[in-house]
């Protein structure tokens, strides 16, 4: 029973599925009480019917509020810092495995997304392949590989390809975190 009313709810959801979306484009301005999700799928409180979720106002953000989405990527890879002293540790191979958050702002699309998750995978996961299980000193513009310097080239990077500019955090260690915006 509930499988089918599954694959039910699925069909309708991919038969209203909008046309793939660019990040930077500009955001539909759904009316004023509009529901914009409704999904006989998830389950029901008793007595209370089919959840409804109502926006409450104008869904575009365009009241100063603003609204980001983050997706979180791991990878790892050694480096060494050729710019500090002799002494210091760091000046030898080793390495970390990194956390990096990638968050994107921007105004709510007929969809209600700001980006979809996926869509955001699709632009930053190949970058973020590019750094796992290498040098880090080999890549070029990483000669110097700081999390600092990781965090604006990776911010580059995915501007580029985005067409927008993600604010970054980079996660050396659990303890140690840039964030460039
Ligand atoms: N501002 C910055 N300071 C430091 C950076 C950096 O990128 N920006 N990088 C390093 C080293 O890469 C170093 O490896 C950082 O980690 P570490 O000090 O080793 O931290 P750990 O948690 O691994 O420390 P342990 O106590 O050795 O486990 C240094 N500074």
Known sequence: ?????????????????????????????????STIFHDTAMPRAAG?????VTVPHDATATDGQ??????????EAAHFL???HDGHKCRRLH???YRV????????DERGFVLDY??????????????????LNDIPG????TSEILALWLRSRIAAKAGTKPMIRVWETPRYLVEVS
């Open 1 to 33: 029973m509930r499988r089918s009313k599954y694959r039910s709810a699925t069909r309708q959801y991919e038969d209203r599925r909008p046309a793939r979306i660019r990040p930077g484009q500009p955001a539909a301005k759904p009316s004023l009480g």
């Open 48 to 52: 209370k019917g089919d959840w409804d």
């Open 66 to 75: 603003t609204i980001r989405i983050t997706a979180t990527y791991t990878f």
């Open 82 to 84: 050729p710019k500090v």
């Open 95 to 97: 390495g970390h495995n």
């Open 101 to 108: 958050d990638v968050s994107v702002a921007g105004g709510l």
């Open 118 to 135: 996926a869509e955001l995978d699709g632009i930053v996961q190949p970058v973020i392949d590019e750094l796992d299980h290498r040098c």
């Open 142 to 145: 990483l000669e110097n590989p």
